[in-house]
């Protein structure tokens, strides 16, 4: 089954201890992409990667790292958490996009992770 | 800069009516998407359909279309016989350059 997966799905953690959330794609997907969705802000774009060992900033990297040493892999790192990025995160996946189409393309979303910084 | 405002908060449809959420956007780049995505209560993102900007003809998939006007940068998602499953958050997104930027949200509630 295609699919993008994370891992831990929910997480409680305290300020300042590094954590890794990881993301999984079988698909094959060249870009991969990390979002934070927050109350009335809809979702905001952290960091992105358009292939392995190419990654580049969204909108929102501060306090963020990721690398992307493997195809299928993309994992998010937060190496001293603060409360405010308590956040519901997404990770999602696409193709490089053929012809005219722009991208990024249609993405596949992980189920997303519930993050708590206490 | 790449901007997408959706200014409706909440949308209230009866079942088996037609629904226009709105979206407008912002952006200097020539080659562009437009996206829309669904997320249930659940939380899952569910996409829904892609416009590109060099698209002449507008973009269906089924229920949802997206009436895209070029000159008004406006995307807005049509959605024809609602059900009541399509109760849910609806997200409009800008593409472009790798960068994906979405807007607020609008939460459609479908009454039977």
């Known amino acids: 089954e295609a699919q993008v997966t994370q891992n831990p799905r929910y997480l409680i953690t305290v300020t300042g201890k590094k954590l890794t959330v990881t993301c999984s794609q079988n698909?094959?997907?060249?870009?991969m992409s990390w979002y934070r969705q927050d109350p009335g802000l809809g979702l905001r774009q952290i960091y992105y990667?358009?292939?392995?060992?190419?990654?580049d900033k969204g909108d929102v990297p501060e306090g963020y790292k990721v690398s992307r040493k493997e195809k299928r892999n993309f994992p998010l790192i937060l190496e001293s958490p603060s409360p405010n990025q308590t956040s519901l995160y997404f990770c999602?996946?696409?193709?490089?996009?053929?012809?005219?189409?722009?991208?990024?393309?249609?993405?596949?979303f992980g189920p997303g992770t519930r993050l708590t910084v206490t | 800069a790449q901007k997408i405002t959706q200014t409706q908060p909440g949308m209230f449809v009866q079942e088996k009516e037609a629904v226009t959420l709105d979206c407008t956007y912002d952006?200097?780049?020539?080659?562009?998407?437009l996206f829309w995505y669904k997320q249930p209560s659940s939380g899952e993102m569910i996409f829904l359909i892609y416009?590109?900007?060099?698209?002449?003809q507008n973009a269906t998939e089924g229920r949802y279309s997206l009436n895209f006007q070029k000159a008004r940068k406006s995307a807005n998602l049509v959605i024809s016989a609602s059900q009541l499953g399509d109760s849910a958050m609806y997200f409009c997104?800008?593409?472009?350059?790798?960068?994906?930027?979405f807007g607020k949200g609008t939460l459609l509630t479908v009454n039977p």
């Open positions: 999602a996946s696409s193709l490089y996009p053929s012809g005219d189409q722009v991208p990024p393309y249609e993405q596949y």
């Open positions: 952006t200097s780049d020539p080659s562009y998407g």
């Open positions: 698909m094959n997907h060249e870009y």
């Open positions: 997104a800008l593409g472009s350059n790798y960068k994906l930027t």
């Open positions: 416009q590109g900007s060099y698209d002449q």
């Open positions: 990667s358009m292939n392995v060992e190419v990654t």
